[in-house]
Antibody, heavy 116, light 107 residues
Framework: QVQLVESGGGSVKPGGSLRLSCAAS????????MNWIRQAPGKGLEWVSY????????FYADSVKGRFTISRDNAGNSLYLQMNGLRADDTAVYYC?????????WGQGTLVAVSS | EIVLTQSPDTLSLSPGDRATLSCRAS???????LAWYQHKLGQAPRLLID???RRAPGIPDRFSGSGSGTDFTLTISRLEPEDSAVYYC?????????FGRGTKVEI
């Protein structure tokens, strides 16, 4: 069965960095676009970034452009999100999700807390 | 900036009622690349509908999507208590995959 498992979340000070990982299994990872989506406390879902199946194109929400970098390792079935210059408003649960037209499989999320 | 406006913010209904949720895009959604999700507290979001009207595998036929261009609707007929959740629309036809702000359905 399809599984997506995020890791790498935690507490960090403003200006710090974190790298999130998403381990994929149960499907042919290299065939799918992959996304990161987040939900800040008390807020709705916010799309963060997506990467094409072979990694040749990436897109970001304006709120993270220039600070976050999405990447993938198709040989290792993994998706990543490098987050630099973290701010308090980046505090959220971060989900990875598979794109198959809609986002048909999601992980359970990893919490990122940015606070001094 | 492409904006998806969902209405109403909250719907309070009874079991067996019909819920009608609206999603309006500030620009036309190409190829009807519009999806709906159900999100319950503490769980991962769940895809209900994509391509505006295609029900995802395993989703009960009480859930249906319709619309095109800039106006889309999610209808939940015969509400059940477990349908209490926040429902989001999302477009995926451009380089920016925007979510609406959500409609909370209370039963």
């Amino acid at each position: 069965q399809v599984q997506l498992v995020e890791s790498g979340g935690g507490s960090v000070k403003p200006g710090g960095s974190l790298r999130l990982s998403c381990a994929a299994s149960g499907f042919i990872f290299r065939n799918y676009y992959m996304n990161w989506i987040r939900q800040a406390p008390g807020k709705g879902l916010e799309w963060v970034s997506y990467i094409t199946s072979n990694g040749d194109a990436v897109f970001y929400a304006d709120s993270v452009k220039g600070r976050f970098t999405i990447s993938r390792d198709n040989a290792g079935n993994s998706l990543y999100l490098q987050m630099n210059g973290l701010r308090a408003d980046d505090t959220a649960v971060y989900y990875c999700a598979r794109a198959n037209y809609g986002l048909d499989y999601w992980g359970q999320g990893t919490l990122v807390a940015v606070s001094s | 900036e492409i904006v998806l406006t969902q209405s109403p913010d909250t719907l309070s209904l009874s079991p067996g009622d019909r819920a009608t949720l609206s999603c309006r895009a500030s620009q036309s959604v190409r190829s009807n690349y519009l999806a709906w999700y159900q999100h319950k507290l503490g769980q991962a979001p769940r895809l209900l509908i994509d391509n505006a009207s295609r029900r995802a595998p395993g989703i009960p036929d009480r859930f249906s999507g319709s619309g095109s261009g800039t106006d889309f609707t999610l209808t939940i007929s015969r509400l059940e208590p477990e349908d209490s959740a926040v429902y989001y629309c999302q477009r995926y036809d451009t380089s920016l995959w925007t979510f609406g702000r959500g409609t909370k359905v209370e039963i």
